[in-house]
């Protein structure tokens, strides 16, 4: 049992020091997908995107515009939904996984199911950072860095123009807001 329980630690901390510093050690889904050549299920013409989208919207979205910090309408929410994507409207996150990260955007530890972002490299701005973008649409929503809490470490860094909060209690669209 011994040698078991120390080679799956020993894995474990490769793969997250691989995260941080190694881009070779990185899923190969974050490596391949450095081209904007990426095919989403999800395909709309620029054009239709700036006529569904209100330009802060479209600015965040498709120009991987960001927000500044502590402006956006989600940063310090914390009622129980879900946040969809606001261009395709895919559930992206969950409030269970939203934390204070103190940043001035909202934080999510976790996706809220497999396969619903893509990651990919983004050496923009003299930085060396991960792209978060929606799967479906290939919209850009924020960054995930690996300083979030435990257990998965990682911290979903999302503009608040890029995601809609919808209420657990109101499963429907159109619920009337609360505000
Ligand atoms: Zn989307």
């Avoid at 497999?114 to 799967?135: F, P, T, W, Y």
Wanted: proline share 6%.
């Amino acid at each position: 049992m011994k040698p078991t329980l120390i080679s799956i630690t020993l894995g474990a901390t490769l793969f997250v020091a691989g995260c941080d510093a190694a881009p070779t050690n990185s899923p190969a889904a974050m490596n391949n997908s450095t081209n904007s050549t990426m095919k989403f299920p999800l395909q709309r013409t620029e054009a239709e995107w700036r006529k569904i989208l209100t330009p802060d919207q479209y600015h965040v979205l498709r120009e991987a515009g960001t927000e500044r910090a502590f402006t956006g309408k989600y940063w310090n929410t914390k009622e129980p939904g879900i946040y969809r994507c606001a261009a395709c409207g895919e559930i992206l996150f969950k409030s269970n996984d939203k934390f204070d990260s103190g940043c001035g955007w909202p934080s999510f530890s976790e996706i809220a199911a497999q396969g619903k972002v893509i990651a990919r490299e983004d050496n923009s701005l003299g930085m060396h950072r991960m792209e978060v973008l929606c799967a479906n649409c290939g919209s850009h929503l924020g960054h995930v860095f690996d300083d979030g809490p435990a257990p998965t470490g990682l911290r979903y860094c999302i503009n608040s123009a890029s995601i809609d909060f919808a209420d657990t209690n109101s499963p429907a669209t159109n619920a009337p807001e609360k505000k």
